[in-house]
């Protein structure tokens, strides 16, 4: 069955500092996609990135990239320099057949 | 940049009522989500469309929530009766594919308070 992890409810990370976002997956079809979205306060969902499963290379945006380990089914998001503006909610979500979402990793920036 | 349009932006209703959602998803996009979100939780699917069929409804509470995509275009997401445990924000989203990109785009939802 289709199933996504986040394990992390909550993080704290000091200014300009380097973030990881644990994200575990499992799907039995050979196809499938990986996501991260950012939500702010405000609500809005904003797409920060996307792996395919047939990617050789790992999925990177700006200060974003995604540290994808196929065979231990892991798709981290890693935030490089970090910015007081990127105190959000995070959630990972996979497509196979469907999109579905993990719980979600409360991040907070300090200053 | 196009946009997934959702109205209302807020709906409070009070419990036994019905209420309707709006959703005009990106023009061209095939695939339409109806996810629904509790505060400090992750978007819950509750149904997908693919053109004016439905693909998966399994976590849609039949007895009361109905959803329906008639031309393959908007959607609308009814709840009757409304129950107090309804209140969340519902939130719509399309996708669209490349060879080597894939995106959801999601509407700015709504929120929806049962009393």
């Known amino acids: 069955a289709q199933k996504i992890t986040q394990t992390q409810p909550g993080m704290f990370v000091q200014e300009k500092e380097a973030v990881t976002l644990d994200c575990t997956y499992d799907?039995?079809?050979?196809?499938?996609?990986l996501f991260w979205y950012k939500q702010p306060s405000s609500g809005e969902m904003i797409f920060l990135i996307y792996?395919?499963?047939?990617?050789?290379q790992n999925a990177t945006e700006g200060r974003y990239s995604l540290n994808f380990q196929k065979a231990r089914k892991s798709a981290n998001l890693v935030i490089s320099a970090s910015q007081l503006g990127d105190s959000a909610m995070y959630f990972c979500a996979m497509r196979d057949d469907k999109i579905i979402f993990g719980k979600g990793t409360r991040l907070h920036i300090l200053p | 940049e196009a946009e997934v349009a959702q109205s209302p932006r807020y709906k409070i209703t009070e419990k036994s009522q019905a209420v309707a959602f709006w959703c005009d998803p990106i023009?061209?996009?095939?695939?339409l989500y109806w996810y629904r979100q509790i505060l400090g939780q992750g978007p819950e699917l509750l149904v997908q469309?693919?053109?004016?069929?439905?693909?998966?409804d399994s976590q849609l509470p039949k007895d009361r929530f109905s959803a329906e995509r008639l031309k393959g275009v908007d959607s609308t997401l009814k709840i009757q009766p409304a129950e107090l445990g309804d209140s969340a924000m519902y939130l719509c989203?399309?996708?669209?594919?490349?060879?080597?990109?894939?995106?959801?785009?999601f509407g700015s939802g709504t929120q929806l308070s049962v009393l």
């Open positions: 023009s061209g996009h095939a695939t």
């Open positions: 799907t039995s079809d050979p196809s499938y996609g």
């Open positions: 989203a399309s996708s669209s594919w490349t060879a080597t990109n894939e995106k959801l785009f």
């Open positions: 792996q395919g499963s047939y990617d050789q």
């Open positions: 469309f693919q053109d004016e069929s439905v693909v998966d």
